[in-house]
């Protein structure tokens, strides 16, 4: 069963825009604070953003900020994440994950995770 999945990824060059989306099954939409992690080729995991349940909560890394909006959407219980001005260093592979904690910088801490979609920046 899949749990979470992720579309959205591709190739953009500098300065474009890409949306991804997480589509989460009902149970662990309705339980779980999301996030987005994200993997650059050969480094490890790395925090993007996070929204609480109820989406009134959000965190983001310091270096997207300003550039990544996270949003959920509560009627088809998806996940979003909107990316402007990407750059360069944006290129990695994109997850979504569910925690039902609020440890929300920590991978460990979040109990699903998606498939991953890549994200290509071209400069």
């Known amino acids: 069963q899949v749990l979470l999945e992720e579309s959205g990824g591709g190739l953009v060059q500098a300065g474009g825009s890409l949306r991804l989306s997480c589509a989460a099954s009902?149970?662990?939409?309705?339980?779980?604070?999301m996030g987005w992690f994200r993997q650059p080729p050969g480094k490890e995991r790395e925090f993007v953003a996070a929204?609480?349940?109820?989406?009134?909560?959000?965190r983001y890394a310091d270096s997207v900020k300003g550039r990544f909006t996270i949003s959920r959407d509560n009627a088809k219980n998806t996940v979003y994440l909107q990316m402007n001005n990407l750059k360069p260093e944006d290129t990695a592979l994109y997850y979504c994950?569910?925690?039902?904690?609020?440890?929300?910088?920590?991978?460990?801490?979040?109990?699903?995770w998606g498939q991953g979609t890549q994200v290509t920046v071209s400069s």
């Open positions: 929204i609480s349940r109820s989406a009134v909560v959000t």
């Open positions: 994950a569910a925690t039902y904690g609020s440890t929300w910088l920590i991978p460990a801490s979040y109990e699903y």
């Open positions: 009902e149970r662990i939409y309705s339980r779980c604070a």
